[in-house]
């Protein structure tokens, strides 16, 4: 049996990838607020603690894949939290926290002897499940040494991006204000083919041999927005990514013209729609701006 490795978070991202180094072979130990994903992990084959302290107590190497900066600073910084444990070595932040707080998480974790790799991943639930997400991981490069192996169950593509914390979550930053921007723009875009009386799948086969072509033309429109389906990622969650990705900017002194742009797109519909509802309710929110069926067009016609 392999050494123990500790997993924080069981959500829509976490418990897949938790499940995917269980399949892999690994013992791994996992907790989560919420008893019935535990349950569901345990089902799994993984093991299941009662508590943050319980897996900094056990693991040397502790995953985590949380939703929010603040709950990446509460365990890994707060009482009971992955510094006050006795076994950790090595902490892996899965999270899209944002640079500003990985440098803080790091800085804190280097002064208990903890080497910390923020490693915020891309792919979404569907890419968590297959193993095939993408993996921006920055840090001591030893300490990415010692966990590339287990990135290498969680992505096909583990890129190593630099040495200073924080690194790989401006890459993933960059990256989802790029995806954000692109699915907004294919919705408003497709939204104009329909009412030209195009048929958006045409028009799609087109983009994707063109230069039109993005994760949006090739998977978000065709697989979620145009057959009416949830892609499993919240919108709340996105908007987040998107105004953190505009803060950082405008601390580089970058003038944000797009980022600002798209955040208000989305914060516009995050605001009409409430907190809980999928990411593709930018779709919805722009098919009612502009009197067309978009979200579910497939099945409408």
Known sequence: MTAPVGFIGLGNMGLPMATRLVAAGHDVLACDLRPELGERFREAGGRVAATVADVAAECAVVLASLPTPQAVEKVALGEGGIASGG????FVDLSTTGPAVSKQVGAALVEKSILAIDAPVSGGVHGAGKGALSIMASGQRSAFDRVE???SHLG????YVGPEAGMGQM??????????????????????????????????????????????????VPECVLPGKPIGFGLDVSVKDISLFVKEGEGL?????????????????????????????????????????????????
């Not at 076994?87 to 090595?90: G, T």
């Not at 096909?156 to 890129?159: H, I, S």
Request: glycine letters at 8%.
């Open 156 to 159: 096909k593509n583990v890129f």
């Open 253 to 301: 002194q970058v003038p944000m013209w797009s980022g600002n742009l798209t955040r208000q797109i989305w914060q516009h519909a995050l605001s009409t729609g409430g907190p809980d509802q999928d990411m593709m309710g930018v779709a919805q929110c722009i098919e009612k701006w502009a009197g067309v069926r978009l979200y579910g067009a497939r099945s409408a016609n």
């Open 87 to 90: 076994a950790v070595e090595i």
């Open 171 to 220: 890459v993933k930053l960059i990256n989802n204000m790029l995806s954000a921007t692109a699915l907004a723009a294919t919705c408003e875009a497709l939204a104009v083919a329909i009412k030209a009386g195009l048929d958006p799948d045409v028009v799609l086969s087109v983009l994707n041999k063109s230069t039109g072509k993005s994760s949006a033309t090739e998977h978000k």
């Open 149 to 151: 192996g287990l990135l």
